[in-house]
């Protein structure tokens, strides 16, 4: 009986991103339809330019939202579970995004300690989980704005802190990240957080949220620490279904 009910909860959920990920999908296509529609109609001149720009973004929002929607359903992959140092995939990550740091002229300040900092995990889904996090700091910020990624240990959990001074989130929005595709932004997906919680509660993590608007924003992620040797075992997936 409790496996019907979970089995229908998981058929809900699919059911939901499906029609999620239709309805999103159709936006931009709806939209190249037309503009290729018009330029047959007027074949005999050159197609403009602002219309095959509107093409082309649109062709690569769908790709956006394609890639961020495997990564949602990835985690039900079996993640692979090595020693991680957190410190080291920060650093590499940081180095990842230095162009999109410079192109905002934004500064990223590391605090990890010397000695590193480990866990047990995939170590492709987690460099994911603090891209994601960065992104979104990028954007909340403006131009020159600050971010900082802090590592350190908290009643026997690791702590990863990314904190930006960009523009916070509203206090009745906060229960709603996560939600695949709620977005406050225009080309926004709503499927990064998503993809983060998905892949820390395979990692028996959790993600903390803590915001004042016009401020800045705090995402705490706790993860078991490597010492401790209950976090090799990853969480089963098929107990735990779809959702987050
Ligand atoms: P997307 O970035 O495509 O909008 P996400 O799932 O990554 O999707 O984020 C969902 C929403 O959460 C964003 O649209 C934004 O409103 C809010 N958000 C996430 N991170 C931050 C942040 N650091 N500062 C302000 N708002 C944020
Ligand atoms: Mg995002």
Redesign the pocket.
């Given at each position: 009986r409790e496996r019907e009910q979970l089995r229908l909860e998981r058929m809900a959920c699919v059911n939901q991103l499906a029609a999620g990920i239709a309805h999103e999908i159709r936006n931009p296509l709806t939209s190249i339809q037309g503009f290729i529609q018009l330029m047959a109609r007027r074949a005999d001149k050159p197609p403009r330019r602002e219309h095959l720009e509107i093409i082309i973004t649109e062709i690569g929002r769908i790709d956006k939202l394609i890639s961020e929607f495997q990564m949602l359903a990835r985690p039900l992959k079996e993640p692979v579970f090595e020693k991680v140092n957190i410190c080291k995939l920060l650093n590499d990550i940081a180095v990842l995004m230095e162009g999109q740091l410079h192109s905002k002229s934004v500064a990223l300040t590391l605090q990890l300690p010397e000695v590193g900092c480990y866990t047990y995990g995939d170590i492709a889904q987690l460099k994911q989980v603090f891209i994601?996090?960065l992104?979104?700091?990028v954007?909340?910020v403006p131009h020159g704005g600050n971010i900082t990624m802090a590592v350190g240990k908290y009643q026997g959990m690791m702590v990863v802190r990314v904190e930006?001074n960009?523009?916070?989130?509203p206090p009745e929005?906060i229960d709603k990240?996560?939600t695949p595709f709620?977005?406050?932004?225009e080309t926004?997906?709503?499927?990064?957080?998503?993809v983060c919680y998905n892949i820390i509660q395979n990692h028996n993590g959790q993600i903390k949220v803590s915001?004042q608007i016009g401020k800045?924003?705090v995402?705490t992620v706790l993860l078991p620490l490597a010492e401790d040797e209950c976090c090799m075992l990853p969480v089963n997936n098929e107990q735990q279904g779809f959702c987050v």
């Open positions: 994601n996090l992104k979104n700091a954007e909340a930006d960009g523009n916070g989130i929005i990240l996560g709620f977005t406050t932004k926004g997906t709503g499927l990064g957080l998503s915001s800045g924003s995402f």
